[in-house]
């Protein structure tokens, strides 16, 4: 999300923070660490009690377990921050096992000020807090063999959780953790110079490979508690429907059911909720439901009426993000000289592979929720709302998820909402509410569908002398907590994104958008604004190369301005890597490339594309990257191979949501179908610019940049330009 | 409710359960082996793969009546199989898992590919690997981990 820059701007948190330790009755030695400013720099809130182990457990047999201070959902976080950590630390890795933290105040993000993964800004925001985190916990063990040898500090030096003294002694940290527990923490400790990194840098696989590949982790979903209960919901079929009659009788007689009751949903509706002992009765209940929904008075989206409104819309200047220069060329201009291009996107769902799920149990004057969350400060306060509760008296446990996208991030919380109700109901029982995917891919938080609409008149050195640009689609954030921070004059900054703030130097540029109400929760999808704007941006760029007869990267090179730097850096990088196999494309093959940054990343890539079977075939793709000092490689590479695949969701044949009538055409993965291993390149190299600037995020940059290369790819192949997605007819 | 006797990864298991009930929710909820993953309900993601009787089967949409004495081989049980163990090796050496969700999935179904087809080119990848849906898209390491464990199994 663009969140980041916006909220750091806003809230001033400051970044000091201090370390308490104390000794565990096992005799192991465990480091705290609390932030002296809490959200939006509020005047000196009181104390608050943490949980004693916040970060670093050093027990008494050597293991050390580090806190990760937000969800692992396949990002790599928790193999990564433990590294930054145990780096500092002098740590033996092969005894670091890294833990999800629960919902506390003192692992909220140091830079937004809640608890959340979003804005690929976990190793961005975290980094150097981890690293104090871990030479404070090794100055401290040092500290302790020191004052047992009677030597200075400086004289010893730390190796594989063994700390080494001048006269050849040496101690183990397991062995010192309770002596270092008593020593007062340093305020300010000298970090490590980066040459001297251990594991930072180095590939490094992840912590939960094998547990992830037998069967042994357990994700949310894969709770079980004793007595535990589960519930599905039915939902009504258009956004803020109610039951106008509900018949339950044949549902309530099966064996197992527990409960049927109507329940709050999104959008001021009502939704059928039934709880069950099993899975498995729960929706055999939930099929023999009988309701006949109110939906009168409910806003019916239609995407093909969206698609001609919007179309219109964007013919009319927006509220205006960019302004500069003037648009004359464009008034004077021959027309043979614009490009005017009209480029439509669809709805997109997030689909993650674990349905989303959470679990409460309200035990009347507290509860306990273990969900797969990425926003677990604002879930956990939705939870004590629902329940009448104050966050303080709802334990969160952040359970593994699979995959998210955005999608457990939602503003309103409304997944937990639903679990606290039902658990409310159900009080002393644990519930876990389960939505089918079913309910995921009809129950909206959608990437909004988008029009562009883009005038350019061409100068008569192939260059951009004027553009116009107008966006229409719904707002991300308008009614959020979010709203105020990124909605500027009207405009919603993750709606312009990659667009307005383009280092392509044009001159004369209007960037302007216009935000309709339609009865649809939107949300981010990963990468938010750059799905779409890159495509568009990245797609012109290479029509206005092809116009000028020149080779894309070297117009695009020409093309960028001084703070593009980074991104003339990758272009370089993947022109160095990719041309072997460029100049020896098979027969029916072309080339397309892209270059996009993003949350402080910059990416180009370049694709070998045929198509067979109607169908782009990405054979190959090449990327350079440049996201400052790469924590750990492996992982980068990781995210980057494993992110093209993902961005080819916006242009596989059925990656499209849309409505008629209200109704959502789609409900599964046979009707919204993410790529599969045949729709996805066959084979990814990725190229890192070695850098020692500050680590920037590698979640989400790897998404955008991969359609708008195969859509220009395709373009060399068939002379067609691509403006519409999903790409159904080539 | 009717009972029912099934061989989990070697194991005698009883349970007693409605006749409709997918094998995949007598696994995940009677027998609480969780590994075997529920994505999609309709046999169009994969994750919820096992082997019956050897072959990669969606557990999702059979009915526990339909499994009969087939034995049944779970994601927590196919690292006892040679095949098995190099195909899970090969995933962590590999580092494939981003997520993970998918891959007790992919797992399972590259063993039954590697079983069937020790040296397999990326078209019989496509072919028995095309219905395990990543969301996180980690295809090109699972190419590259089936290639390991071919290989190590040679």
Same mark, same amino acid.
């Given at each position: 999300?663009?969140?980041?820059?916006?909220?750091?701007?806003?809230?001033?948190?400051?970044?000091?923070?201090?370390?308490?330790?104390?000794?565990?009755?096992?005799?192991?030695?465990?480091? &705290?660490?609390?932030?002296?400013?809490?959200?939006?720099?509020?005047?000196?809130?009181?104390?608050?009690?943490?949980?004693? *182990?916040?970060?670093?457990?050093?027990?008494?047999?050597?293991?050390?377990?580090?806190?990760?201070?937000?969800?692992?959902?396949?990002?790599?976080?928790?193999?990564?921050?433990?590294?930054?950590?145990?780096?500092?630390?002098?740590?033996?890795?092969?005894?670091?096992?890294?833990?999800?933290?629960?919902?506390?105040?003192?692992?909220?993000?140091?830079?937004?000020?809640?608890?959340?993964?979003?804005?690929?800004?976990?190793? $961005?925001?975290?980094?150097?807090?981890?690293?104090?985190?871990?030479?404070?916990?090794?100055?401290?063990?040092?500290?302790?063999?020191?004052?047992?040898?009677?030597?200075?500090?400086?004289?010893?030096?730390?190796?594989?959780?063994?700390?080494?003294?001048?006269?050849?002694?040496?101690?183990?940290?397991?062995?010192?953790?309770?002596? +270092?527990?008593?020593?007062?923490?340093?305020?300010?400790?000298?970090?490590?110079?980066?040459?001297?990194?251990?594991?930072?840098?180095?590939?490094? =696989?992840?912590?939960?490979?094998?547990?992830?590949?037998?069967?042994?982790?357990?994700?949310?979903?894969?709770?079980?508690?004793?007595?535990?209960?589960?519930?599905?919901?039915?939902?009504?079929?258009?956004?803020?429907?109610?039951?106008?009659?509900?018949?339950?009788?044949?549902?309530?007689?099966?064996?197992?059911?527990?409960?049927?009751?109507?329940?709050?949903?999104? =959008?001021?509706?009502?939704?059928?909720?039934?709880?069950?002992?099993?899975?498995?009765? +729960?929706?055999?209940?939930?099929? =023999?439901?009988?309701?006949?929904?109110?939906?009168?008075?409910?806003?019916?989206?239609?995407?093909?009426?969206?698609?001609?409104?919007?179309?219109?819309?964007?013919?009319?200047?927006?509220?205006?993000?960019?302004?500069?220069?003037?648009?004359?060329?464009?008034?004077?201009?021959?027309?043979?000289?614009?490009?005017?291009?009209?480029?439509?996107?669809?709805?997109? $769902?997030?689909?993650?592979?674990?349905?989303?799920?959470?679990?409460?149990?309200?035990?009347?004057?507290?509860?306990?929720?273990?969900?797969?969350?990425?926003?677990?400060?604002?879930?956990?306060?939705?939870?004590?709302?629902?329940?009448?509760?104050?966050?303080?008296?709802?334990?969160?446990?952040?359970?593994?998820?699979?995959?998210?996208?955005?999608?457990?991030?939602?503003?309103?919380?409304?997944?937990?909402?639903?679990?606290?109700?039902?658990?409310?109901?159900?009080?002393?029982?644990?519930?876990?509410?389960?939505?089918?995917?079913?309910?995921?891919?009809?129950?909206?938080?959608?990437?909004?569908?988008?029009?562009?609409?883009?005038? %350019?008149?061409?100068?008569?050195?192939?260059?951009?002398?004027?553009?116009?640009?107008?966006?229409?689609?719904?707002?991300?954030?308008?009614?959020?907590?979010?709203?105020?921070?990124? %909605?500027?004059?009207?405009?919603?900054?993750?709606?312009?994104?990659?667009?307005?703030?383009?280092?392509?130097?044009?001159?004369?540029?209007?960037?302007?958008?216009?935000?309709?109400?339609?009865?649809?929760?939107?949300?981010?999808?990963?990468?938010?604004? /750059?799905?779409?704007?890159?495509?568009?941006?990245?797609?012109?760029?290479?029509?206005?190369?092809?116009?000028?007869? &020149?080779?894309?990267?070297?117009?695009?090179?020409?093309?960028? /301005?001084?703070?593009?730097?980074?991104? %003339?850096?990758?272009?370089?990088?993947?022109?160095?890597?990719?041309?072997?196999?460029?100049?020896?494309?098979?027969?029916?093959?072309?080339?397309?490339?892209?270059?996009?940054?993003?949350?402080?990343?910059?990416?180009?890539?370049?694709?070998?594309?045929?198509?067979?079977?109607?169908?782009?075939?990405?054979?190959?793709?090449?990327?350079?990257?440049?996201?400052?000092?790469?924590?750990?490689?492996?992982?980068?590479?990781?995210?980057?191979?494993?992110?093209?695949?993902?961005?080819?969701?916006?242009?596989?044949? =059925?990656?499209? %949501?849309?409505?008629?009538?209200?109704?959502?055409?789609?409900?599964?993965?046979?009707?919204?179908?993410?790529?599969?291993?045949? *729709?996805?390149?066959?084979?990814?190299?990725?190229?890192?610019?070695?850098?020692?600037?500050?680590?920037?995020?590698?979640?989400?940059?790897?998404?955008?940049?991969?359609?708008?290369?195969?859509?220009?790819?395709?373009?060399?192949?068939?002379?067609?330009?691509?403006?519409?997605?999903?790409?159904?007819?080539? | 409710?009717?009972?029912?006797?099934?061989?989990?990864?070697?194991?005698?298991?009883?349970?007693?359960?409605?006749?409709?009930?997918?094998?995949? !929710?007598?696994?995940?909820?009677?027998?609480?082996? #969780?590994? #075997?993953?529920?994505?999609?309900?309709?046999?169009?993601?994969?994750?919820?793969?096992?082997?019956?009787?050897?072959?990669?089967?969606?557990?999702?949409?059979?009915?526990?009546?339909?499994?009969?004495?087939?034995?049944?081989?779970?994601?927590?049980?196919?690292?006892?199989?040679?095949?098995?163990?190099?195909?899970?090796?090969? !995933?962590?050496?590999?580092?494939?898992?981003?997520?993970?969700?998918?891959?007790?999935?992919?797992?399972?179904?590259?063993?039954?590919?590697?079983?069937?087809?020790?040296?397999?080119?990326?078209?019989?990848?496509?072919?028995?690997?095309?219905?395990?849906?990543?969301?996180?898209?980690?295809?090109?390491?699972?190419?590259?981990?089936?290639?390991?464990?071919?290989?190590?199994?040679?």
């Amino acid at each position: 999300m663009a969140v980041a820059s916006v909220i750091s701007k806003e809230s001033g948190l400051s970044r000091r923070s201090f370390l308490r330790v104390s000794a565990t009755a096992a005799g192991g030695l465990i480091v &705290s660490l609390y932030l002296d400013s809490s959200l939006l720099a509020q005047p000196k809130p009181p104390a608050k009690i943490y949980p004693p *182990d916040a970060f670093v457990h050093i027990k008494s047999d050597g293991g050390i377990i580090i806190q990760v201070n937000r969800l692992e959902f396949g990002q790599g976080v928790q193999t990564s921050l433990p590294m930054v950590l145990a780096d500092e630390m002098d740590a033996d890795w092969s005894r670091v096992v890294a833990e999800l933290a629960p919902a506390a105040d003192v692992y909220k993000d140091p830079v937004f000020g809640i608890q959340m993964v979003g804005g690929s800004g976990s190793i $961005a925001h975290s980094f150097q807090q981890y690293r104090e985190l871990g030479a404070k916990t090794r100055a401290m063990l040092v500290a302790a063999a020191s004052e047992k040898w009677q030597v200075r500090p400086e004289q010893c030096r730390t190796e594989d959780s063994v700390v080494h003294g001048p006269g050849g002694q040496s101690a183990t940290y397991a062995s010192l953790a309770e002596a +270092a527990a008593h020593i007062r923490v340093p305020e300010n400790v000298p970090l490590k110079n980066p040459r001297d990194f251990r594991l930072i840098g180095k590939d490094t =696989r992840r912590l939960d490979g094998r547990a992830k590949c037998d069967g042994s982790l357990k994700f949310g979903l894969d709770l079980d508690l004793p007595g535990m209960k589960v519930a599905l919901v039915a939902h009504p079929p258009v956004f803020g429907g109610s039951p106008k009659t509900l018949d339950d009788k044949q549902a309530r007689s099966m064996p197992g059911v527990v409960d049927i009751f109507e329940i709050p949903t999104l =959008r001021k509706g009502t939704a059928v909720a039934v709880v069950a002992d099993k899975f498995w009765t +729960a929706k055999q209940a939930r099929d =023999r439901l009988q309701v006949d929904w109110e939906l009168t008075g409910l806003g019916k989206p239609d995407t093909t009426q969206l698609s001609q409104d919007y179309r219109k819309i964007a013919a009319t200047p927006g509220n205006v993000a960019v302004s500069r220069g003037d648009l004359k060329a464009l008034e004077t201009s021959n027309p043979a000289d614009q490009i005017v291009a009209e480029y439509e996107f669809p709805y997109l $769902a997030h689909t993650p592979m674990e349905p989303l799920n959470t679990t409460v149990r309200f035990d009347g004057d507290r509860a306990e929720v273990w969900a797969p969350s990425q926003f677990q400060t604002f879930d956990q306060m939705a939870v004590a709302e629902v329940l009448g509760l104050t966050p303080d008296r709802v334990t969160f446990h952040t359970e593994m998820a699979g995959g998210g996208f955005g999608r457990r991030a939602v503003p309103d919380s409304h997944v937990q909402r639903e679990a606290a109700v039902i658990a409310k109901r159900l009080q002393g029982t644990p519930v876990k509410l389960i939505w089918t995917r079913e309910d995921d891919v009809q129950g909206g938080y959608y990437r909004p569908m988008y029009v562009h609409r883009v005038e %350019i008149a061409v100068g008569p050195d192939g260059l951009p002398a004027a553009w116009r640009h107008v966006i229409v689609g719904q707002s991300i954030v308008a009614d959020t907590p979010f709203a105020a921070m990124l %909605i500027k004059n009207g405009v919603d900054e993750t709606v312009v994104e990659g667009i307005a703030d383009t280092h392509y130097e044009i001159e004369n540029f209007h960037v302007s958008a216009h935000q309709p109400t339609v009865n649809v929760p939107v949300l981010w999808w990963r990468s938010v604004g /750059n799905t779409h704007t890159a495509f568009v941006m990245e797609t012109l760029v290479d029509e206005l190369a092809a116009r000028a007869k &020149s080779d894309p990267i070297v117009y695009r090179r020409k093309l960028l /301005n001084p703070e593009g730097k980074n991104l %003339i850096a990758v272009l370089d990088l993947m022109d160095e890597k990719s041309a072997g196999w460029r100049k020896n494309l098979s027969q029916g093959h072309a080339v397309g490339v892209a270059c996009h940054e993003c949350f402080g990343t910059s990416v180009a890539c370049a694709v070998d594309v045929s198509i067979e079977n109607q169908r782009p075939k990405v054979h190959r793709a090449t990327v350079a990257v440049d996201c400052g000092r790469a924590v750990n490689p492996l992982t980068v590479e990781s995210q980057f191979q494993a992110g093209m695949s993902f961005g080819l969701s916006q242009i596989v044949p =059925r990656g499209a %949501i849309t409505f008629k009538d209200g109704y959502v055409e789609q409900n599964n993965f046979d009707g919204y179908t993410p790529p599969y291993i045949a *729709d996805a390149p066959t084979a990814v190299d990725v190229h890192i610019v070695p850098s020692d600037a500050a680590p920037s995020g590698c979640g989400e940059p790897p998404v955008p940049v991969i359609s708008p290369a195969v859509a220009n790819a395709l373009s060399h192949l068939t002379g067609k330009r691509y403006r519409s997605l999903p790409l159904t007819v080539l | 409710m009717q009972t029912y006797k099934l061989t989990v990864n070697g194991q005698s298991k009883e349970v007693n359960v409605d006749p409709s009930t997918p094998l995949l !929710w007598v696994l995940r909820e009677e027998l609480k082996m #969780t590994g #075997t993953k529920y994505g999609c309900g309709i046999s169009a993601c994969g994750a919820c793969t096992v082997h019956l009787a050897g072959i990669a089967t969606r557990s999702c949409v059979v009915p526990i009546s339909l499994v009969g004495g087939r034995p049944i081989v779970t994601i927590e049980g196919i690292g006892e199989d040679r095949a098995g163990r190099a195909v899970q090796d090969a !995933w962590v050496s590999e580092d494939v898992v981003q997520c993970g969700y998918c891959q007790s999935g992919q797992i399972m179904a590259a063993v039954a590919l590697l079983k069937s087809i020790p040296k397999p080119t990326d078209a019989n990848i496509e072919a028995s690997m095309g219905g395990n849906l990543c969301r996180c898209g980690t295809y090109v390491r699972i190419r590259k981990a089936i290639m390991t464990a071919s290989q190590k199994l040679a």
